[in-house]
């Protein structure tokens, strides 16, 4: 069994802590989905705001 790619744990930790001003122990508090789908809203809203709406967020595979 694998676990979650920690690089990418960090890349999530980071992003919404910046973007949301959530601390550590929140954004570790939740689960991996909702924290991916936490990722995926703030990457939209920042795509809106830019007028990048046909480029592909951070967290898209």
Do not use: Q
Request: glycine letters at 6%; aromatic letters at 18%; charged letters at 30%.
């Amino acid at each position: 069994m694998t676990g979650y790619p920690l690089d990418r744990l960090y890349e999530e930790v980071a992003f919404l802590s910046y973007y949301l001003h959530w601390d550590y122990k929140t954004v570790m508090g939740l689960e991996h989905f909702e924290r991916g789908r936490w990722c995926r809203e703030v990457s939209e809203i920042n795509k809106s705001l830019n007028g990048d709406e046909n480029n592909k967020d951070f967290f898209e595979v």
